[in-house]
């Protein structure tokens, strides 16, 4: 993930133009990783909400459950990833 504000914006912004789930799953990741660890601007909060409202709609689609449920397996998997990172020092 690029340490510069606006290169990193700018990618994250392509991958929520993809179109591909997988690129919105990376930018959830990414902007919630960096949210734990630093913070993130006003613009990255807009997005990260933006970003996770479609994964969390697609994945409650794809699984037949309730908004409500997805965004719990949402973070419940974010957090099992961020312990683990915290764990192994990363």
């Known amino acids: 993930m690029a340490a510069n504000w606006s290169r990193r914006f700018k990618n994250n912004i392509e991958k929520l133009r993809s179109g591909d789930i997988y690129q919105v799953a990376e930018v959830v990741r990414n902007l919630s990783i960096r949210e734990r660890e630093r913070g993130l601007s006003a613009g990255e909060k807009r997005m990260i909400q933006k970003a996770r409202q479609i994964l969390v709609s697609e994945l409650a689609y794809a699984t037949g459950n309730t908004e409500e449920k997805a965004e719990a397996m949402i973070d419940k998997v974010l ?3 961020h312990g683990s990172r915290v ?4």
């Open 87 to 90: 764990a192994r020092g990363a």
């Open 79 to 81: 957090d099992e990833a």
